[in-house]
């Protein structure tokens, strides 16, 4: 059964720091997503990771995924207070959706 | 160019009521999906529908059926709530060709309470 694992379930950050958010997976799958919700809000989506090797990046956040290790990461740069959310990954396994249970952010002056 | 649309947006139900959320999209997407979200728990699949005329079990689907009414529209349907059945629901569609394959489009939700 796909299990999709993220740490830290909690994060609270100041402004200007760097940290990463991992995402583990139990199962092979080429095909891994970044979501951010907002609270009391829906899912808007981040990035969209098909491949072994694969980086994007978005003004403050890069995205990668390892598919051999079965990790992806998000790693914000220079933390500021809009990017207080929760992030969601999801892994697609022939269109069977599984999703981590989010990393809450907050970002402090 | 409304993208996913849910209806009702809240919802409180007794015990033993039924009822059908909806749930429509815009974009000519093949696939649509319905979610529930609990607090600490991401969001876990319940159904989905691939196809126009194809539905499948996602990883919760007891206690919810399902209906792609068209391309379009694809329904989740409670038959007699329950108290574990308070939730988030989301629906979901996408493309799920290159070069974006299952990027997903949520609607904005419905909070549905069973007492």
């Known amino acids: 059964e796909l299990k999709v694992e993220q740490n830290p379930l909690f994060l609270s950050m100041q402004e200007g720091k760097n940290y990463t958010i991992y995402c583990n997976y139990s199962?092979?799958?080429?095909?891994l997503y970044w979501y951010r919700q907002d609270p009391g809000k829906s899912l808007e989506s981040l990035f969209v990771?098909?491949?072994?090797?694969a980086v994007k990046q978005e003004g403050r956040l890069m995205a990668s995924l390892d598919t051999k290790a079965r990790l992806s990461t998000l790693h914000i740069t220079a933390a500021v207070h809009d990017l207080s959310a929760t992030y969601f990954c999801?892994?697609?396994?022939?269109?069977?959706?599984?999703f981590g249970a989010g990393t809450r952010l907050t970002v402090k002056p | 160019n409304a993208g996913v649309t849910q209806t009702p947006k809240f919802q409180v139900l007794k015990t033993g009521q039924s009822m059908t959320l909806q749930c429509a999209q815009d974009?000519?997407?093949?696939?649509m999906y319905w979610y529930r979200q609990d607090p600490g728990m991401g969001l876990r699949l319940i159904y989905y529908?691939?196809?126009?005329?194809?539905?499948d079990k996602g990883e919760v689907p007891n206690g919810y059926n399902v209906s792609r009414l068209n391309k379009r529209e694809f329904s989740l349907r409670l038959e007699s709530a329950a108290p574990s059945q308070t939730s988030v629901y989301f629906c979901?569609?996408?493309?799920?060709?290159?070069?974006?394959?299952?990027?997903?489009?949520f609607g904005p939700g419905t909070r549905l309470t069973v007492l």
């Open positions: 990771l098909l491949s072994n090797g």
């Open positions: 529908s691939a196809s126009e005329g194809t539905t």
């Open positions: 199962t092979t799958s080429d095909r």
């Open positions: 979901a569609s996408s493309d799920t060709s290159w070069p974006v394959y299952n990027e997903q489009f």
């Open positions: 999801a892994v697609d396994s022939n269109n069977d959706m599984r």
């Open positions: 974009m000519n997407h093949n696939s």
